[in-house]
């Protein structure tokens, strides 16, 4: 994707997450996340919660691939506003839609939401640097 093909507005393709044991614990181990509730659900239970969920750093890591995977390697991620709501648990699917916020200079603002069951798991802004690729 170029910059000129970019318009304020523009939707980015729905992704379909499913949200798996192995996707939340293998998320915490990857970031060093060794809070008990991400990978013992006895743990996790025991905090009034109905399983193990994940956790704040895969979820970024998710957020940067679905924009990424949108805009391949000509915008690099500048910056990430992430703020969490409902809980990613174990047998649900978040589905992540977005679209563009803001474009300004080589800068293209990406406005991300990612839902459950629950609600709504996550939302982000993500700055993308077009720099000299415009």
Known sequence: MRFNDIT???????L????TAS????GAIATNDFENVHHDKA??????VPDIFMNIL?????VQRYVSDWCGTAGRVASVEI???APNFVGDTMMMTGHVAKR??????VAVSGRNAIGEHVVATVSLDFGSTK
Do not use: W, Y
């Open 8 to 14: 304020l507005g523009q939707t980015l393709p729905e």
């Open 16 to 19: 379909a997450i499913p949200i």
């Open 23 to 26: 996707a939340i614990v293998a």
């Open 43 to 48: 743990a996790a239970l025991a905090t009034g």
């Open 58 to 62: 895969t979820t970024n890591g998710l």
């Open 83 to 85: 703020k969490l709501g």
């Open 104 to 109: 300004e200079g080589s800068i293209v603002d």
